[in-house]
Structure formats: structure tokens, C-alpha cells
């Protein structure tokens, strides 16, 4: 079975940092795209980020872009989200989710998602 | 900026057929995906490609798409449906990957 945990979330000031992790375990995580989706408290869904295989490509929503830093470790089957600059409107439950890709075009898709964290930035 | 629009609330009776919608632009030529999201639950993917149905996911769940609206079906649906659906997808270009608002969905 596909599980993902995440883990590092916590209170934050504004301007502060948080690392997020997410280990990954009952597939080949070197053989899957990965994303952070997240969720403002009573808010819907918002993609992050993305991060190829290898980790040669990291796309990002344009809220988070030069603040957020997506990367991977596939020795470890982890997946990490850097945030820096954290303001008030990112506070969210932060979801690790696989990314797959539609069969036969260049969408990207989510199939499985961990429990999520809560991040909370606030004085 | 690119936008998926879903109607705030579809409420139907136990055993009747639930319809979401989930409009956007570039829709004739991007699939849509869907998510059941329960109360302190991750997402669950229930539909992909439009029209497929993920294994696990009962029969009752079905997906259509026309135009630049993709249409979530649930038919006869169960007091265990209730939850918000979202709509994902994507521009044209793959620049933007956006979900739309979320429909509440309330079965009684």
C-alpha cells in the first residue's frame, strides 16, 4: 500500500521558516513525480509544488515562488518543502501528495495523499 | 491566472442522482479529475482522465465531460457521500494546476 506521512509543521511567526517532510513508502518513489498541495483552514485545495522524478524540475504556484523550495531525497524516500518568508495567508494543512501522469497526455495528477500538517503562522 | 468553477452546494435525497459540474476554459482540451474530501480527511481521487473510475471507488460514481464543463455523477448516491468534491486541471499550457472551489454535497 501507498502511504505518505508528513511531518514539520508547527507555530511560526510571520517572516519565520519551516521545513516540511514526507516519507513516502510502498512504491518506487524514484519512478514518480511529487507535490505539495495545501488547504487554508474552511479553504479549498491549492496546488504548491511540483518536483520531477530526479529532482531536475521544480514548478511552483506563483504565491510561493523565491519563498518555497521543493526537493527530494530518493536515497530516503523523502520529499521536503523549504518555506521561508512564511506569511500569515500560508498558514494551511500542507499535503505530500504522488503525482502520475495522465496516460496519454502531459497533465499531471494526484493519486495518493498523505494525512496532511498543519502549519500555522502567526504572532 | 486560470479558474475551475464549481457550484458552492448540490444537495440531493438518499438514492437519487447527485450531479456536480465543474466548469473552465480549457476543458475541451484538458481532462478533469475528481477528489471526495470528507470532514478532517486527505483528498481521495474518484474520478480521472474525465471518466474513469479508480479502483475501490463504488460504480455508482460515473464522469462526463462536454464543452468546458466536466460533470461528477453520482447515481443513487448514499448518505456516505456526503463530503466537498473538487474539480482539478489545468490550463492549456500547463502553466497553471488549479482545483476548483469545491462543491459541499449534502445527502438527506
Known amino acids: 500500500d501507498v502511504h505518505l506521512v508528513e511531518s514539520g509543521g508547527g507555530l511560526v511567526q510571520p517572516g519565520g521558516s519551516l521545513r516540511l517532510s514526507c516519507a513516502a513508502s510502498g512504491f518506487n518513489f524514484n519512478n514518480y513525480w511529487m507535490s505539495w498541495v495545501r488547504q487554508a483552514p474552511g479553504k479549498g485545495l491549492e496546488w504548491v509544488a511540483n518536483i520531477k522524478t530526479d529532482g531536475s524540475e521544480t514548478y511552483y504556484v506563483d504565491s510561493v515562488e523565491g519563498r518555497f523550495t521543493i526537493s527530494r531525497d530518493n536515497v530516503k524516500n523523502s520529499l521536503f518543502l523549504q518555506m521561508h518568508s512564511l506569511r500569515v495567508e500560508d498558514t494551511a494543512v500542507y499535503y505530500c501528495?504522488?503525482?502520475?501522469?495522465?496516460?496519454?497526455?502531459?497533465?499531471?495528477?494526484?493519486?495518493?495523499w498523505g494525512q496532511g500538517i498543519l502549519v500555522t503562522v502567526s504572532s | 491566472s486560470y479558474e475551475l468553477t464549481q457550484p458552492p452546494s448540490v444537495s440531493v435525497s438518499p438514492g437519487q442522482t447527485a450531479r456536480i459540474t465543474c466548469s473552465g476554459d480549457a476543458l475541451p482540451k484538458k481532462y478533469a479529475y475528481w477528489y471526495q474530501q470528507k470532514p478532517g480527511q486527505a483528498p481521495v481521487l474518484v474520478m480521472y482522465?474525465?471518466?474513469i473510475r479508480p479502483s475501490g471507488i463504488p460504480e455508482r460514481f460515473s464522469g462526463s465531460s462536454s464543452g468546458t464543463m466536466s460533470t461528477l455523477i453520482i447515481s443513487g448516491a448514499q448518505v456516505e457521500d456526503e463530503a466537498d468534491y473538487y474539480c482539478?486541471?489545468?490550463?492549456?499550457?500547463?502553466?497553471?494546476?488549479?482545483f476548483g472551489g469545491g462543491t459541499k454535497l449534502t445527502v438527506l
Open positions: 482539478y486541471s489545468t490550463d492549456r499550457n500547463e502553466n497553471y494546476k488549479v
Open positions: 482522465e474525465d471518466t
Open positions: 501528495a504522488r503525482a502520475v501522469r495522465c496516460r496519454r497526455c502531459p497533465q499531471y495528477y494526484f493519486d495518493y
